[in-house]
Structures are given as C-alpha cells and as structure tokens.
C-alpha cells in the first residue's frame, strides 16, 4: 500500500492524526540524498550561528569583567557636580560615614576611596603633568587589580610611597629609590607640595594611563591637598556584575541625593557602544547566513512539489482536501528543520564545550590589541541561551515559510492535469 493511499484511509482523529506523521517521515526519506542535503544546509546554519554567537557572547563576558575589574569596578559613587565638570572641588563630604553605608549596602563586596587630583611631578629639570590618586592600598586591592599590576618595585606601604606609570618614569628619567617633586593646588587654592619616594612601577597595558598616573597614599593626599575627611570617588566591587544594576538601586536610596551613583555601564559607555556596535554586526552576518540556507530550503521544497505532482494530483482525485496535503508539506519540512538543527546543536555544543576548557589562543601579535580593549590572550565561547536559541527557532519558523511559499502551489493544482504530468 503506498503512502499516498495510506493517508486517505479512515481512522480515528487521534490514530489519523498519527498516521499523517509517519507517513510524513516516511516521506522524506524517498529521496534520501536530497533530505541530507537540505537538512546538511540547516546544520551547516545553525552549528555556524551558534558556534560564532557563543564566543561573541563568551568575549563580551570577558571585556565587561576585565574592563570592570581593572579599575573602573562595578559601581562608581561621586558628587554629582564632579562627574559634569571634574573639578578638584567637587568631593564627596563625610567619606567616613559615606564608606559606612555604601559597605553594609547588600551586594557590596569591596568599596575603595579615591582622591583623585592633577599635579606637576618633577625630578631636576624634567617636569611632566601627572594624574595623583590617592588610594587605600588594602581596599582598593580587594576591589579592582591594576593596582597589582607592578613591572617592578613594590606597592605602596608607608606614606611618603609612590608608584609611577611605567612611561611617566621614563619621560621623567626615574627608577625605584628615586624622589619626585610634586607640586599642586589645594582645595582652598593654596599650593600643595610633597616629596616622594619611588617605589614602584606600574604597568598596567594602557599607555594612556601608564603615561599620567601616579600612585599616593589617601591620607597624604588628602592632607597635602587640604582634603579632611573628603574624597571624590568611590569604587565598588559587588557580588555578580550582571546584578550590580539592583546594588546601584539599593545605593540611590540609602546615599545622600547630592551624590550620583553609576553602574559600570554608565561609567565605561565607550565599552558599551563598542559591544552593541559588534553585536548589530554580527547580528546581520547571522541573517545574511541563515537567509541564504532559508533559500536553499525553498528550492528544496519547490523540487519536492514539481516531482510529487502525479501524487498529489491522485489524492486530489480521491477527495483530500489541499489543506491537508499543504499540512503534509509542513510536517515534512518541520522534520527537516528538527534534524538539521539537531545535528547543528550536538556538533557545535561539543566543540563549545572543548574550547571552553582550552580556548583559542590569539599569538603575540594580538596581545597589545587584546590589552587595549579589556581581552585576554585567549578566547572562550560561553554557552547562554541567546546562543543556543537564536539560530534554532529562527531557522525552524525560516524552514516553515519556505516549504508553504511552494506548497501553495497545491491549492490551484487541477487533478486532471496533475495526473498528467510526466
């Protein structure tokens, strides 16, 4: 008995409706070598689509964690005047009770104070403009890790302590166990003055840093620069970086309204845009990849219509309505589509799932560029379910609408003249 007769026998709604599919999967594989092949286009898609938005994902992971744990942290509180204008005058009062509240907020693992000022470092005759930060050594080393990023010396342990960037001690012509000069303007406009001693380099990557950034005690920064219990940002470093949104929430109602708190994607917005730019990218390579399988598709389903013509021309005759034959179509086209993706997921999954592991390494050639946009030398796809979703359903919905643009071809399909066609 032929498929084509078996379907039109009677049988009960559940026990037809369970014929109609294996009959339909018994369709497919009437011409097996073009099953493969289009179910091979829709894996070849979604392997690709999946495999590729992993490590974009995986990447975008990685540049937010190190860009966040490098300096910037997760959530950053300030004066709200100092954020528009930057002025040196803009600090945050009451740091004392300030750093009480912000530490017991829910979700705060870290916080570290800041004074953050620009000065004249000098040694003899060389002199170079300098960004002075003073730090709390022990909080910001729990908090963020360039601080920890020395190319020799040591960190900072007593008050007179410096650590240089790296190519502002060059320019100045300074090693470890030199002095520097450092000359500024205090809060109340008198000029501030220290000496200290070098015991440091740093050299974090970013040259734009290395080139300007001095390292200072908190305390004798602020007592050099007439800033008594005073500060001007506060970096802080909470449980999980996707929920650092509800730490900053948590903070907005507990700090004084004079003071703005930002969460890290409002703090690094050039890192943001960055991503969105990459993401919109990539989002039109998926497209154009699974729009030119969806094609193929098409052309798949129309040959499958012209040849089974005769056929589908006799069940007309025998009184099955085109609404059925077209469902038929789409069964068929669905276990296309379920195979495909299935055999997409399983390969590109276990390769994810290797690469996870080992990674990709990047060459020498990369590391400076990787520095630059917070990456490692190394990169790590990262299974989510925008990754794993995605390509699947919208392959499944594309290979829908590709096989019913040919099957409507059924619903003008004369039997007389089907039962005709050679």
């Not at 693992?109 to 470092?121: D, G, I, K, S, Y």
Request: proline share 3%; aromatic share 6%; hydrophobic share 50%.
């Amino acid at each position: 008995m032929s498929n084509a007769v078996a379907a039109t026998l009677p049988a009960s709604d559940s026990g037809e409706g369970l014929l109609t599919v294996r009959i339909c999967w018994r369709n497919l594989w009437r011409n097996r070598r073009r099953t493969w092949l289009t179910a091979g286009g829709i894996a070849f898609a979604v392997f690709l689509v999946v495999f590729i938005m992993a490590f974009q994902l995986g990447q975008y992971d990685i540049m937010m964690d190190n860009a966040t744990s490098l300096m910037a942290g997760h959530i950053q509180v300030q004066a709200a005047d100092y954020i528009e204008d930057n002025r040196f005058e803009d600090t945050i009062e009451n740091a004392a009770s300030v750093l009480e509240v912000i530490r017991s907020t829910p979700g705060v693992v870290a916080a570290a104070p800041r004074a953050e000022t620009f000065a004249l470092v000098s040694v003899g005759e060389r002199s170079f403009g300098a960004q002075v930060l003073g730090l709390d050594i022990e909080a910001e080393s729990a908090t963020v890790r360039f601080i920890r990023m020395l190319a020799s010396g040591r960190t900072i342990a007593g008050p007179d302590d410096a650590v240089l960037g790296s190519v502002l001690a060059r320019n100045l012509g300074v090693d470890i166990g030199d002095e520097v000069v450092v000359l500024g303007t205090g809060k109340e406009g008198g000029v501030a003055a220290l000496v200290m001693n070098v015991v440091g380099l740093l050299e974090t990557g970013m040259t734009d840093l290395d080139r300007v950034v001095m390292l200072a005690p908190l305390a004798t920064v602020q007592d050099a620069f007439g800033l008594v219990d005073q500060i001007h940002t506060v970096v802080i470093k909470t449980s999980e970086l996707a929920q650092s949104e509800k730490t900053v929430d948590r903070l907005r109602k507990r700090l004084p309204v004079d003071l703005s708190v930002r969460g890290w994607d409002k703090v690094l917005p050039e890192l943001v845009q960055g991503i969105e730019v990459d993401r919109l990218g990539g989002r039109i390579m998926y497209g154009i990849i699974m729009m030119l399988v969806v094609f193929s598709v098409v052309n798949s389903f129309i040959m499958t219509v012209f040849e089974r013509t005769r056929e589908f021309g006799m069940l007309r005759a025998i009184g099955m309505r085109p609404t059925k034959i077209i469902v038929m179509v789409q069964w068929e086209a669905l276990f296309v589509s379920l195979l495909g993706i299935g055999i997409g997921l399983i390969c590109a999954s276990l390769l994810i799932l290797w690469l996870m592991n080992v990674g990709i390494y990047l060459g020498e050639a990369m590391e400076d560029y990787a520095t630059q946009f917070y990456m490692p030398d190394r990169m790590y796809p990262a299974f989510s379910l925008e990754a794993l979703l995605t390509a699947p359903v919208v392959m499944l919905i594309g290979t829908q609408l590709a096989a019913i643009l040919p099957a409507l071809r059924i619903r003008r399909l004369r039997p007389v003249d089907a039962l005709r066609d050679e």
